[in-house]
């Protein structure tokens, strides 16, 4: 809704409004932006792709008439409102960047604990204020964030001293990378570059190891590119359209006749992993898909697939990995952009310095995310919904002062 200072023409997408006699323009502007006017437009729009109000439906429409003094009133007492409300809203605003850097600032001690005893002075803070902290979706979301990395850090669950220390799983992995070398299963890789001591960032419990993924020898797959075969079997393409909150979902799939040769080749199993190649984003680029059941489908060339034939990662640990602070601000360094695309290659990947702790360890970590993850989800529905009360018994009350 426009209201013009001088005088002028409009095109054929605006309809020009005049008020005659004692019509204040200024209250027929907020007539026309009230709510009733824009249910009565909507109701009676036409068109299907551009929805548009008729002139003959404008006029058609009932505004109500009043004395021009009352006009001005109102219209004063309205501007009066608006400054209120934009002082209120200034003034909210600076209150939630105040609350962001609280919680981000309570959120980063935990992080950088050096103890055990400083993590739990810092927990216990945190604790005792948590129903005043976590009520925003930004906040909540800090939290999740925070809880990754406290994963990949080692410091969410307690280390098993009972546990094979992830140096005994590389000896393992060495051992059998050798063997299948010699016996032709797979080509003896250029040795990565040792890990020296600030590419580290930060200290890891003593069971844990920090690699390059390309040590444990992943075996990757870019995904397949055909568009269908005139001869094979009807069978599940994954697309990026069937990844979601990075989960595979099986609701809306496209199935394509592909030969038999091909899904061998880009068949999915249990313990695979799925890395997103290109996209537009990069905060969907680089991100891990852990294939967690049996499915029976391939995945188009939008993705990696990532396997490891020596038994030294979890596939959900793996994803939970690819979504932490510490391997997303890493490969997004690697980003290779063409023409608004943002690209990564199995080199990428295999680059990452990551921290590889005791697989039955991996196994309690990944419960424990599950389980907090699971808690803050529930946490923010509780928001959205306390939310949308509120703006319901806002708008009601509005509507009995109005009516």
């Not at 397949?224 to 990844?243: C, F, M, N, P, Q």
Request: hydrophobic share 40%.
């Amino acid at each position: 809704m426009l209201v013009a200072d001088e005088a002028g023409v409009c095109t054929t997408e605006m309809i020009p409004i005049r008020g005659y006699s004692s019509i204040v323009p200024e209250f027929l502007r907020l007539t026309l932006k009230s709510s009733y006017f824009i249910n009565y437009a909507d109701n009676s729009t036409h068109g299907m792709s551009l929805p548009r109000l008729g002139t003959e439906k404008a006029q058609l429409a009932l505004i109500p008439i009043l004395s021009e003094p009352e006009q001005h009133r109102i219209v004063a007492k309205v501007d009066e409102l608006m400054q209120l409300c934009d002082r209120l809203e200034q003034k909210q605003s600076g209150s939630q960047e105040t609350h962001r850097q609280l919680v981000s600032c309570l959120l980063t001690t935990l992080t950088e604990a050096t103890d055990a005893q400083v993590f739990q002075a810092a927990w216990s803070r945190i604790a005792a204020n948590f129903d005043c902290l976590f009520t925003t979706q930004n906040s909540i979301e800090q939290l999740k964030q925070t809880i990754l990395q406290l994963a990949v850090m080692g410091k969410l669950v307690p280390q098993n001293p009972n546990d094979e220390p992830a140096s005994e799983l590389l000896n393992k992995i060495a051992t059998e990378k050798a063997r299948l070398i010699v016996e032709g299963k797979i080509k003896k890789q250029n040795l990565s570059p040792k890990i020296n001591e600030q590419e580290k960032p930060f200290t890891l419990p003593k069971s844990w190891e920090w690699i390059r993924l390309g040590n444990v020898a992943p075996e990757f797959q870019n995904g397949i590119s055909s568009r269908g075969d005139s001869k094979g079997e009807e069978i599940t393409v994954i697309r990026l359209a069937d990844i979601k909150e990075y989960r595979v979902s099986l609701s809306n799939t496209r199935e394509l006749v592909i030969n038999e040769k091909s899904i061998s080749n880009y068949k999915l199993d249990k313990d695979d992993n799925l890395i997103i190649r290109v996209n537009g984003s990069s905060d969907i680029v680089g991100r891990f898909i852990a294939i967690e059941e049996p499915i029976n489908a391939i995945y188009c060339d939008h993705f990696i697939r990532m396997r490891f034939p020596m038994n030294s990662f979890t596939s959900s640990f793996i994803k939970l990995l690819g979504s932490s602070k510490l391997v997303r601000d890493n490969i997004q360094k690697l980003f290779i952009t063409t023409a608004g695309q943002k690209t990564i290659n199995q080199g990428h990947v295999n680059s990452l310095i990551i921290p590889l702790p005791p697989l039955a360890e991996q196994h309690r970590i990944v419960a424990k995310v599950d389980e907090l993850i699971t808690l803050c989800e529930q946490l923010k529905t509780k928001l959205a919904t306390a939310q949308t009360l509120q703006q319901q018994l806002a708008e009601t009350l509005v509507q009995q002062a109005v009516a």
